[in-house]
Protein backbone atom coordinates (compact mmCIF):
# COMPACT_ATOMS: atom_id res chain seq x y z
CA UNK A 1 0.00 0.00 0.00
CA UNK A 2 2.87 2.19 -0.26
CA UNK A 3 1.00 4.29 -3.13
CA UNK A 4 -1.55 4.98 -0.22
CA UNK A 5 -0.52 7.32 2.39
CA UNK A 6 -1.40 10.05 4.21
CA UNK A 7 0.30 13.14 3.42
CA UNK A 8 -0.70 15.60 6.68
CA UNK A 9 -4.82 14.80 6.99
CA UNK A 10 -5.23 13.67 3.84
CA UNK A 11 -4.59 10.43 1.80
CA UNK A 12 -3.26 10.52 -1.80
CA UNK A 13 -2.63 8.26 -4.09
CA UNK A 14 0.62 8.23 -5.41
CA UNK A 15 1.06 12.32 -5.93
CA UNK A 16 -2.33 13.44 -6.14
CA UNK A 17 -5.07 13.62 -2.75
CA UNK A 18 -8.25 11.54 -3.44
CA UNK A 19 -10.53 14.30 -2.46
CA UNK A 20 -9.09 15.77 -5.74
CA UNK A 21 -10.20 12.98 -7.94
CA UNK A 22 -13.55 12.22 -5.98
CA UNK A 23 -14.31 15.97 -6.90
CA UNK A 24 -14.48 15.58 -10.39
CA UNK A 25 -14.95 11.78 -10.80
CA UNK A 26 -18.05 11.82 -8.20
CA UNK A 27 -18.68 9.02 -5.68
CA UNK A 28 -18.50 6.04 -5.85
CA UNK A 29 -15.44 4.99 -7.49
CA UNK A 30 -12.79 2.42 -8.01
CA UNK A 31 -8.84 4.07 -7.80
CA UNK A 32 -6.05 1.79 -8.95
CA UNK A 33 -2.20 3.16 -8.46
CA UNK A 34 -0.29 2.56 -11.62
CA UNK A 35 3.23 2.36 -10.13
CA UNK A 36 2.09 -0.16 -6.96
CA UNK A 37 0.94 -2.41 -9.76
CA UNK A 38 4.31 -2.44 -11.59
CA UNK A 39 6.12 -2.75 -8.64
CA UNK A 40 4.52 -5.48 -7.31
CA UNK A 41 4.83 -7.41 -10.88
CA UNK A 42 8.32 -6.41 -10.96
CA UNK A 43 8.82 -8.00 -7.66
CA UNK A 44 7.27 -11.14 -8.58
CA UNK A 45 9.27 -11.29 -11.71
CA UNK A 46 12.47 -10.60 -9.43
CA UNK A 47 11.91 -13.01 -7.16
CA UNK A 48 11.71 -15.99 -9.53
CA UNK A 49 14.11 -15.06 -12.11
CA UNK A 50 16.42 -17.66 -11.49
CA UNK A 51 13.63 -20.35 -12.70
CA UNK A 52 12.31 -19.93 -16.77
CA UNK A 53 9.29 -18.96 -15.89
CA UNK A 54 6.29 -16.92 -17.52
CA UNK A 55 3.79 -14.85 -15.66
CA UNK A 56 0.16 -15.61 -16.79
CA UNK A 57 -1.91 -13.10 -14.54
CA UNK A 58 -5.39 -14.10 -13.12
CA UNK A 59 -7.41 -11.80 -14.87
CA UNK A 60 -10.50 -12.35 -13.25
CA UNK A 61 -8.96 -10.46 -9.99
CA UNK A 62 -9.09 -7.31 -12.39
CA UNK A 63 -9.71 -7.45 -16.14
CA UNK A 64 -9.73 -3.63 -17.11
CA UNK A 65 -8.08 -3.43 -20.11
CA UNK A 66 -5.88 -0.44 -19.07
CA UNK A 67 -4.54 -2.92 -16.01
CA UNK A 68 -3.96 -5.70 -18.42
CA UNK A 69 -1.69 -3.39 -20.51
CA UNK A 70 0.62 -2.76 -17.55
CA UNK A 71 0.81 -6.64 -17.84
CA UNK A 72 1.22 -7.17 -21.24
CA UNK A 73 4.29 -3.84 -20.86
CA UNK A 74 6.53 -6.07 -18.42
CA UNK A 75 6.35 -9.04 -20.72
CA UNK A 76 3.09 -11.20 -19.13
CA UNK A 77 0.28 -12.96 -20.61
CA UNK A 78 -2.80 -14.35 -19.05
CA UNK A 79 -4.77 -16.79 -17.09
CA UNK A 80 -8.54 -16.66 -18.65
CA UNK A 81 -11.51 -18.58 -17.70
CA UNK A 82 -14.15 -17.55 -20.85
CA UNK A 83 -14.46 -16.18 -23.91
CA UNK A 84 -14.55 -12.65 -22.71
CA UNK A 85 -11.69 -12.80 -20.80
CA UNK A 86 -9.61 -13.92 -24.10
CA UNK A 87 -11.40 -11.12 -25.94
CA UNK A 88 -10.52 -8.60 -23.26
CA UNK A 89 -6.72 -9.93 -23.06
CA UNK A 90 -6.77 -9.88 -26.94
CA UNK A 91 -8.36 -6.49 -27.23
CA UNK A 92 -5.63 -5.01 -24.91
CA UNK A 93 -3.06 -6.78 -27.45
CA UNK A 94 -1.95 -9.53 -25.73
CA UNK A 95 0.07 -12.43 -27.26
CA UNK A 96 -1.67 -15.44 -27.51
CA UNK A 97 1.13 -17.55 -26.58
CA UNK A 98 1.14 -16.24 -22.88
CA UNK A 99 -2.35 -17.22 -22.72
CA UNK A 100 -3.82 -20.02 -21.03
CA UNK A 101 -7.30 -20.94 -20.10
CA UNK A 102 -8.47 -22.64 -17.06
CA UNK A 103 -12.23 -23.28 -15.50
CA UNK A 104 -14.00 -25.86 -15.72
CA UNK A 105 -16.89 -25.13 -17.94
CA UNK A 106 -15.14 -23.84 -21.00
CA UNK A 107 -17.84 -24.29 -24.58
CA UNK A 108 -17.40 -25.25 -27.42
CA UNK A 109 -17.65 -21.84 -28.68
CA UNK A 110 -15.16 -20.64 -26.43
CA UNK A 111 -12.61 -23.41 -27.37
CA UNK A 112 -13.11 -23.33 -30.61
CA UNK A 113 -12.38 -18.95 -29.99
CA UNK A 114 -9.37 -19.92 -28.40
CA UNK A 115 -7.86 -22.65 -30.90
CA UNK A 116 -8.39 -20.17 -33.68
CA UNK A 117 -6.30 -17.64 -31.33
CA UNK A 118 -3.67 -19.67 -31.18
CA UNK A 119 -3.56 -19.44 -27.67
CA UNK A 120 -0.44 -21.41 -25.76
CA UNK A 121 -2.68 -23.71 -23.89
CA UNK A 122 -5.76 -25.51 -22.04
CA UNK A 123 -5.48 -26.36 -18.86
CA UNK A 124 -8.14 -29.06 -19.08
CA UNK A 125 -10.58 -30.23 -15.85
CA UNK A 126 -11.66 -33.29 -16.99
CA UNK A 127 -12.29 -36.23 -19.46
CA UNK A 128 -15.12 -35.07 -21.06
CA UNK A 129 -13.24 -31.36 -21.58
CA UNK A 130 -10.25 -33.03 -22.99
CA UNK A 131 -12.81 -35.19 -25.37
CA UNK A 132 -14.66 -31.85 -26.57
CA UNK A 133 -11.48 -30.32 -26.87
CA UNK A 134 -10.06 -33.01 -28.82
CA UNK A 135 -13.34 -33.01 -31.42
CA UNK A 136 -13.51 -29.03 -31.57
CA UNK A 137 -9.28 -29.35 -32.64
CA UNK A 138 -10.18 -31.76 -35.49
CA UNK A 139 -12.79 -29.59 -37.02
CA UNK A 140 -10.53 -27.11 -37.30
CA UNK A 141 -7.88 -29.64 -38.36
CA UNK A 142 -5.09 -28.71 -35.76
CA UNK A 143 -4.04 -29.72 -32.39
CA UNK A 144 -4.57 -28.50 -28.90
CA UNK A 145 -1.78 -28.02 -26.68
CA UNK A 146 -2.93 -29.11 -23.03
CA UNK A 147 -2.51 -29.39 -19.42
CA UNK A 148 -4.61 -31.06 -17.29
CA UNK A 149 -4.95 -29.37 -13.80
CA UNK A 150 -4.06 -31.73 -11.29
CA UNK A 151 -5.83 -31.64 -8.23
CA UNK A 152 -2.84 -32.33 -5.41
CA UNK A 153 -5.46 -32.74 -2.11
CA UNK A 154 -3.74 -29.76 -0.27
CA UNK A 155 -5.35 -27.68 2.44
CA UNK A 156 -4.29 -23.94 1.28
CA UNK A 157 -6.11 -23.14 4.52
CA UNK A 158 -8.03 -20.11 3.16
CA UNK A 159 -11.82 -19.77 3.36
CA UNK A 160 -13.42 -22.61 2.19
CA UNK A 161 -15.20 -20.42 -1.03
CA UNK A 162 -11.81 -20.21 -2.33
CA UNK A 163 -10.05 -23.37 -1.52
CA UNK A 164 -9.94 -25.39 -4.89
CA UNK A 165 -7.28 -28.50 -4.42
CA UNK A 166 -8.80 -30.31 -2.10
CA UNK A 167 -10.62 -33.69 -2.78
CA UNK A 168 -14.10 -32.71 -2.47
CA UNK A 169 -13.10 -29.45 -4.76
CA UNK A 170 -15.04 -29.05 -8.20
CA UNK A 171 -11.61 -28.64 -9.87
CA UNK A 172 -9.19 -30.55 -11.95
CA UNK A 173 -7.88 -34.20 -12.03
CA UNK A 174 -7.42 -36.22 -9.00
CA UNK A 175 -3.80 -36.77 -8.48
CA UNK A 176 -4.66 -40.84 -8.00
CA UNK A 177 -5.83 -40.93 -11.79
CA UNK A 178 -3.68 -38.51 -12.89
CA UNK A 179 -1.58 -41.27 -15.11
CA UNK A 180 -4.04 -42.47 -16.46
CA UNK A 181 -5.70 -39.31 -17.77
CA UNK A 182 -2.48 -38.05 -19.15
CA UNK A 183 -2.44 -41.60 -21.29
CA UNK A 184 -5.65 -41.12 -22.27
CA UNK A 185 -4.77 -37.34 -23.78
CA UNK A 186 -1.45 -38.98 -25.07
CA UNK A 187 -3.75 -40.94 -27.41
CA UNK A 188 -5.78 -38.51 -28.84
CA UNK A 189 -4.84 -37.44 -32.32
CA UNK A 190 -5.53 -33.97 -31.66
CA UNK A 191 -4.01 -33.32 -28.62
CA UNK A 192 -0.58 -31.80 -27.59
CA UNK A 193 0.42 -32.91 -24.06
CA UNK A 194 2.79 -30.24 -22.76
CA UNK A 195 2.09 -29.50 -19.24
CA UNK A 196 0.63 -30.39 -16.10
CA UNK A 197 -1.53 -27.26 -13.83
CA UNK A 198 -2.43 -27.30 -10.19
CA UNK A 199 -3.76 -23.82 -8.61
CA UNK A 200 -4.60 -24.88 -4.70
CA UNK A 201 -6.59 -22.02 -3.90
CA UNK A 202 -6.87 -18.00 -2.91
CA UNK A 203 -5.76 -15.97 -0.29
CA UNK A 204 -2.92 -18.37 1.23
CA UNK A 205 -0.86 -17.17 3.43
CA UNK A 206 1.68 -19.55 4.39
CA UNK A 207 4.20 -21.18 2.30
CA UNK A 208 3.78 -24.59 3.60
CA UNK A 209 1.06 -26.19 1.16
CA UNK A 210 2.75 -24.40 -1.92
CA UNK A 211 5.29 -26.12 -1.34
CA UNK A 212 3.73 -29.66 -1.06
CA UNK A 213 1.63 -28.97 -3.81
CA UNK A 214 4.55 -28.21 -6.42
CA UNK A 215 6.64 -31.47 -5.00
CA UNK A 216 3.82 -33.71 -5.85
CA UNK A 217 3.22 -32.61 -9.54
CA UNK A 218 7.25 -32.41 -9.96
CA UNK A 219 6.86 -36.33 -8.60
CA UNK A 220 3.81 -36.45 -10.78
CA UNK A 221 5.93 -35.31 -14.10
CA UNK A 222 8.53 -37.87 -12.66
CA UNK A 223 6.63 -40.64 -13.17
CA UNK A 224 4.77 -39.41 -17.03
CA UNK A 225 8.71 -38.70 -18.26
CA UNK A 226 9.14 -42.95 -17.02
CA UNK A 227 5.84 -43.58 -19.15
CA UNK A 228 7.16 -41.77 -22.13
CA UNK A 229 5.39 -38.63 -21.53
CA UNK A 230 7.08 -35.38 -22.14
CA UNK A 231 6.21 -32.36 -19.96
CA UNK A 232 7.91 -28.66 -20.88
CA UNK A 233 5.87 -26.86 -18.26
CA UNK A 234 4.79 -26.90 -15.21
CA UNK A 235 2.11 -24.68 -14.45
CA UNK A 236 2.08 -23.94 -10.43
CA UNK A 237 -1.03 -21.64 -10.43
CA UNK A 238 -1.03 -18.56 -7.74
CA UNK A 239 -3.04 -17.73 -4.77
CA UNK A 240 -0.47 -15.90 -2.60
CA UNK A 241 -2.38 -13.70 -0.16
CA UNK A 242 -2.10 -10.47 0.81
CA UNK A 243 -2.56 -8.76 3.94
CA UNK A 244 -6.44 -7.20 4.38
CA UNK A 245 -6.22 -7.01 8.37
CA UNK A 246 -3.42 -8.53 10.23
CA UNK A 247 -2.58 -11.74 7.95
CA UNK A 248 1.10 -12.07 7.51
CA UNK A 249 1.45 -13.66 3.71
CA UNK A 250 5.18 -14.60 2.66
CA UNK A 251 6.59 -11.54 0.20
CA UNK A 252 7.43 -13.53 -3.02
CA UNK A 253 11.01 -13.72 -2.05
CA UNK A 254 10.04 -15.49 0.64
CA UNK A 255 7.62 -18.13 -1.56
CA UNK A 256 10.87 -17.75 -4.17
CA UNK A 257 13.02 -19.26 -1.31
CA UNK A 258 11.47 -22.24 -0.74
CA UNK A 259 10.61 -22.97 -4.07
CA UNK A 260 13.24 -22.16 -6.11
CA UNK A 261 15.84 -24.96 -5.04
CA UNK A 262 13.03 -27.74 -5.66
CA UNK A 263 11.88 -25.68 -9.29
CA UNK A 264 15.81 -25.23 -10.47
CA UNK A 265 16.08 -28.84 -10.01
CA UNK A 266 13.84 -29.37 -13.33
CA UNK A 267 14.03 -28.00 -16.52
CA UNK A 268 10.50 -27.31 -16.87
CA UNK A 269 9.20 -24.17 -17.94
CA UNK A 270 7.71 -22.82 -14.58
CA UNK A 271 4.18 -20.91 -15.37
CA UNK A 272 3.27 -19.07 -12.06
CA UNK A 273 -0.92 -17.11 -12.05
CA UNK A 274 -0.81 -14.33 -10.25
CA UNK A 275 -3.93 -12.29 -9.16
CA UNK A 276 -5.13 -10.55 -5.98
CA UNK A 277 -1.09 -9.81 -5.08
CA UNK A 278 -0.30 -8.32 -8.19
CA UNK A 279 -3.58 -5.82 -7.41
CA UNK A 280 -5.76 -6.26 -4.67
CA UNK A 281 -3.55 -3.61 -2.43
CA UNK A 282 -3.10 -1.56 -5.66
CA UNK A 283 -6.66 -0.27 -5.43
CA UNK A 284 -9.41 1.04 -3.55
CA UNK A 285 -13.07 1.73 -3.40
CA UNK A 286 -14.19 5.55 -2.92
CA UNK A 287 -17.25 6.68 -1.48
CA UNK A 288 -18.88 8.70 0.19
CA UNK A 289 -21.28 9.08 3.98
CA UNK A 290 -24.70 9.76 2.75
CA UNK A 291 -26.49 9.34 5.97
CA UNK A 292 -25.85 8.35 9.50
CA UNK A 293 -28.47 6.94 12.54
CA UNK A 294 -28.28 5.67 15.25
CA UNK A 295 -31.35 2.39 15.92
CA UNK A 296 -31.39 1.08 19.58
CA UNK A 297 -28.82 2.23 20.17
CA UNK A 298 -25.96 1.04 17.17
CA UNK A 299 -24.66 3.44 14.53
CA UNK A 300 -24.93 2.73 11.10
CA UNK A 301 -22.57 4.96 8.27
CA UNK A 302 -24.53 4.81 5.46
CA UNK A 303 -22.26 5.18 2.24
CA UNK A 304 -23.00 5.35 -1.83
CA UNK A 305 -21.53 2.06 -2.29
CA UNK A 306 -23.18 -1.24 -2.07
CA UNK A 307 -22.50 -4.55 -2.49
CA UNK A 308 -23.52 -4.64 -5.96
CA UNK A 309 -20.41 -2.52 -6.62
CA UNK A 310 -17.99 -4.83 -3.82
CA UNK A 311 -18.72 -8.45 -3.23
CA UNK A 312 -16.54 -9.66 -0.93
CA UNK A 313 -17.72 -8.71 2.19
CA UNK A 314 -20.97 -10.05 1.92
CA UNK A 315 -19.78 -12.87 -0.05
CA UNK A 316 -16.79 -13.88 2.23
CA UNK A 317 -17.45 -11.96 5.09
CA UNK A 318 -13.88 -10.85 3.84
CA UNK A 319 -12.34 -8.05 6.50
CA UNK A 320 -11.51 -4.76 4.40
CA UNK A 321 -9.60 -1.82 6.14
CA UNK A 322 -12.04 1.53 5.97
CA UNK A 323 -9.97 5.10 6.00
CA UNK A 324 -11.16 8.67 6.30
CA UNK A 325 -10.07 10.69 3.24
CA UNK A 326 -9.95 13.60 5.17
CA UNK A 327 -8.64 12.58 8.51
CA UNK A 328 -10.87 14.58 11.15
CA UNK A 329 -9.43 16.94 14.23
CA UNK A 330 -11.87 15.69 16.64
CA UNK A 331 -10.98 12.73 19.03
CA UNK A 332 -14.45 11.11 19.26
CA UNK A 333 -14.35 7.27 17.50
CA UNK A 334 -17.36 4.85 17.56
CA UNK A 335 -18.04 1.75 17.24
CA UNK A 336 -20.14 1.92 13.94
CA UNK A 337 -21.97 -0.96 10.90
CA UNK A 338 -20.56 0.61 7.42
CA UNK A 339 -23.51 -0.08 4.91
CA UNK A 340 -24.87 0.56 1.60
CA UNK A 341 -28.07 1.62 -0.28
CA UNK A 342 -28.88 -1.82 -1.72
CA UNK A 343 -32.16 -3.77 -0.41
CA UNK A 344 -30.38 -6.58 1.48
CA UNK A 345 -29.23 -7.01 5.23
CA UNK A 346 -25.98 -8.25 3.38
CA UNK A 347 -25.01 -5.24 2.07
CA UNK A 348 -22.53 -3.65 4.70
CA UNK A 349 -18.29 -3.04 4.32
CA UNK A 350 -17.83 -3.66 8.09
CA UNK A 351 -19.53 -4.72 11.80
CA UNK A 352 -18.93 -3.11 14.41
CA UNK A 353 -15.81 -1.33 13.10
CA UNK A 354 -14.03 1.21 15.51
CA UNK A 355 -14.38 4.52 13.28
CA UNK A 356 -14.27 8.79 13.50
CA UNK A 357 -17.56 10.31 14.00
CA UNK A 358 -18.56 10.89 10.89
CA UNK A 359 -20.38 13.28 9.03
CA UNK A 360 -22.73 13.13 6.13
CA UNK A 361 -20.49 13.86 2.80
CA UNK A 362 -17.34 12.00 4.25
CA UNK A 363 -15.38 11.04 2.09
CA UNK A 364 -14.09 6.81 2.88
CA UNK A 365 -11.80 4.11 1.25
CA UNK A 366 -12.47 0.79 1.12
CA UNK A 367 -8.55 0.10 1.45
CA UNK A 368 -7.27 -3.57 -0.87
CA UNK A 369 -10.84 -3.34 -3.09
CA UNK A 370 -8.04 -3.51 -6.65
CA UNK A 371 -8.54 -7.23 -6.72
CA UNK A 372 -12.35 -8.81 -6.84
CA UNK A 373 -13.60 -5.72 -6.80
CA UNK A 374 -15.02 -4.14 -10.31
CA UNK A 375 -14.86 -8.07 -12.00
CA UNK A 376 -17.76 -8.86 -9.60
CA UNK A 377 -19.91 -6.22 -9.73
CA UNK A 378 -23.37 -6.25 -11.03
CA UNK A 379 -26.15 -4.00 -11.90
CA UNK A 380 -28.22 -5.62 -8.91
CA UNK A 381 -31.38 -3.06 -7.83
CA UNK A 382 -30.80 -1.27 -11.09
CA UNK A 383 -28.04 0.65 -10.08
CA UNK A 384 -25.17 2.04 -12.68
CA UNK A 385 -22.08 0.09 -12.29
CA UNK A 386 -18.94 2.63 -11.15
CA UNK A 387 -15.64 4.14 -12.80
CA UNK A 388 -12.47 2.57 -12.61
CA UNK A 389 -9.95 5.64 -11.71
CA UNK A 390 -5.51 4.98 -12.86
CA UNK A 391 -3.28 7.16 -10.89
CA UNK A 392 -0.03 7.51 -12.29
CA UNK A 393 2.44 9.97 -10.44
CA UNK A 394 0.21 13.40 -10.49
CA UNK A 395 -2.26 12.69 -13.10
CA UNK A 396 -5.58 10.45 -12.99
CA UNK A 397 -6.77 8.90 -15.91
CA UNK A 398 -10.37 7.39 -16.62
CA UNK A 399 -10.28 3.89 -17.64
CA UNK A 400 -14.00 3.00 -17.71
CA UNK A 401 -16.82 5.41 -17.31
CA UNK A 402 -19.81 5.22 -15.10
CA UNK A 403 -22.73 3.44 -16.42
CA UNK A 404 -25.65 6.06 -17.40
CA UNK A 405 -29.30 4.64 -17.60
CA UNK A 406 -29.44 3.67 -21.37
CA UNK A 407 -26.56 1.55 -20.10
CA UNK A 408 -29.33 -0.85 -18.07
CA UNK A 409 -31.61 -1.88 -21.07
CA UNK A 410 -28.98 -2.04 -23.31
CA UNK A 411 -30.16 -5.02 -25.23
CA UNK A 412 -33.39 -5.28 -23.52
CA UNK A 413 -36.21 -5.79 -26.46
CA UNK A 414 -40.14 -5.28 -25.55
CA UNK A 415 -42.24 -8.12 -27.20
CA UNK A 416 -44.52 -6.70 -30.31
CA UNK A 417 -47.54 -8.06 -27.64
CA UNK A 418 -46.65 -5.94 -25.06
CA UNK A 419 -46.74 -2.45 -26.71
CA UNK A 420 -50.68 -2.55 -27.12
CA UNK A 421 -52.37 -0.43 -24.18
Known amino acids: MDDFQYHGQELFSEKIPVQKVAEKIGTPFYLYSYNTILNHLRVFKDAFKKVPHLICFAEKANSNISILRIIIKEGGGFDIISGGELYRALQANADPQKIVFAGVGKTRDEIRYALKSNILMFNVESTDELFVIDEVAEELQTKARVALRV ?17 ESKFGISISNAVQEYKLAESLENIDVVGIHKHIGSQITQTGPFVEAVEKIISLADILKKEGIQIKYLNIGGGLGITYSDESPPHPKELAAELVPILSKTKYTIIFEPGRVIVGNAGILVTRVLYTKMNEGKNFIIVDAGMNDFLRPSLYDSYQRILPVIKSSADKNISADVVGPICESGDFFAKDRILPDLK ?28 EVLVKDEQHYVIRERENYTDLIKGEKIPEFLNHD
Open 360 to 387: KGSLLAVMSAGAYGFTMSSNYNSRRRIP
Open 151 to 167: NPDVDPKTHKYIATGLK
